[in-house]
């Protein structure tokens, strides 16, 4: 029998206490977006649960929406049959005999929502088990730690039954957690930043710093591409493109070349807090990770983040690259992240960059540019553009 139905697992919410009922109605709505593009597709909750229910759908498409909604635990494509003893017996055998041979003990789980159905649910575990174990020998029952277990539920006029959960991404559902603005390069590390902050339930949008002509238009859609691919993960998300050039010309001229990165680095963070400020985000979250590069390292956070009030989160300062580059794969920004066009960093590497700025040098350079008329104007000079998931295919690849 084919699956027509979905059972959804969240756990964290649970927790959520009092607010509980918002968190469940995000998710549900949440869901409901990714699924839209199907047709005849509904989501309802229920006791603890979501369904979607569905009739003519292959189910591989809507599980791969569904690993993308953060808040999600598990997943079990389930029958759903009238609640009979005969249909749920046939039902079960079905689904163990649609396991591959590496299946060979099973269990049944039953329970009964539903008092008002005849059969407990031990005699329930008695009578499915057996009926299993007479029409398909090779398996065996194992209670303590079966490969399959059998999960019945009666809930009222209709029942369901499935098998062993496909794990979900976890995490809290988008939006749950209040706004943040991500600074958004090029690079491997702030998308996978980006992704770990929504998975924590945060609505983002992102910033980035454009230099042209020093940097081309090519490396700006390279960048409006990755905050694309996060969309999956993190709905519409807004992308505000600061305009650079200025002043990245003026620290040029005017600063210590070994300072360059730290004062462009306080600029930008004094940006990104007027934008979070002006778009109501409360935090800026960074691909920073200590060590990895000159200006990551605890002095150079020093120096850099004394400008700014607002808390700045970095999501992968735990991590080493190869772990930030595997979780990159796996959510589909690094093809994009390598593509080799230049960042307004890269541009203007110095030879020698301090890798332990002083903060009152880091200021005093700063202090030879006109920072609030640069500051004002490339806030007012950002371009906005505002991303949705359902951009489709030919628009996404530009290159
Ligand atoms: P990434 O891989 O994210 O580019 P990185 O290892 O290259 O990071 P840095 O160049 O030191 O590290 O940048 C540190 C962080 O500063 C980035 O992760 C990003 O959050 C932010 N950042 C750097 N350049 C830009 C830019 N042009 N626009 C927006 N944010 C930027
Ligand atoms: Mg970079």
Redesign the pocket.
């Known amino acids: 029998m084919k699956s027509n139905c979905i059972l959804l697992r969240y756990g964290e919410l649970a927790l959520k206490g009092k607010n509980k009922a918002d968190f469940e109605d995000r998710l549900v709505n949440n869901i409901r977006a990714k699924l839209e593009k199907f047709t005849g597709v509904s989501v309802t909750k229920m006791r603890g649960r979501i369904f979607v229910e569905f009739n003519d759908q292959a189910i591989e498409p809507m599980i791969q929406e569904l690993s993308e909604v953060f808040g999600l635990v598990g997943f079990s494509p389930a029958v759903r049959l009238d609640s009979e003893i005969e249909l749920i017996q046939k039902a079960a055998l079905e689904l163990a005999e649609s396991q591959g041979p590496e299946v060979r003990t099973f269990k049944v789980n039953s329970k009964r929502a539903d008092k008002r159905f005849p059969i407990g649910s031990q005699e329930m575990n008695r009578r499915i088990g057996g009926y299993i174990l007479a029409h398909s020998p090779q398996l065996k029952v194992d209670v303590h730690n079966p490969d399959l277990i059998v999960h019945v539920e009666v809930r009222g006029k209709y029942s369901y039954v499935y098998g062993n959960d496909i794990p979900g991404p976890g995490g809290l559902p988008v939006g749950s957690s209040g706004r943040v603005m991500?600074?958004?390069?090029?690079?491997?590390?702030?998308?996978?930043?980006g992704y770990l902050a929504l998975k924590r339930g945060v609505e983002l949008q992102?910033?980035?710093?454009?230099?042209y002509p020093f940097?081309s238009e090519r490396a700006k859609q390279k960048?409006i591409d990755l905050a694309q691919i996060l969309t999956r993960f993190g709905g519409r998300i807004r992308l505000h493109v600061?305009p650079?050039t200025e002043i990245q010309t003026e620290i040029n001229k005017h600063c210590y070349e070994s300072y360059s990165?730290t004062v462009m680095?306080r600029i930008?963070l004094r940006i990104?807090q007027e934008l979070a400020r002006k778009h109501k985000a409360l935090a800026l979250?960074?691909?920073?990770?200590l060590g990895?590069?000159?200006?990551?390292t605890l002095e150079s956070m020093n120096a850099i983040n004394e400008v700014v009030q607002i808390p700045v989160l970095r999501p992968?300062i735990g991590m080493d690259k190869q772990e930030?580059m595997a979780i990159a794969k796996r959510i589909g920004t690094y093809e994009t992240?390598i593509l080799p066009y230049e960042?307004?960093?890269?541009v203007f590497l110095p030879k020698a960059p301090k890798t332990k700025p002083d903060r009152e040098v880091a200021a005093r350079q700063e202090a030879k540019l006109d920072t609030a008329r640069l500051i004002r104007e490339a806030v007012e000079g950002t371009e906005i553009i505002d991303l949705s998931p359902d951009r489709n295919e030919e628009e996404f690849s530009y290159f």
């Open positions: 991500l600074l958004l390069s090029g690079g491997i590390d702030s998308p996978v930043a992102a910033v980035h710093f454009h230099s940097t960048v600061v650079f990165i680095r930008m990104s979250v960074t691909g920073e990770s990895q590069v000159a200006s990551q992968v930030i992240s960042d307004c960093c890269t």
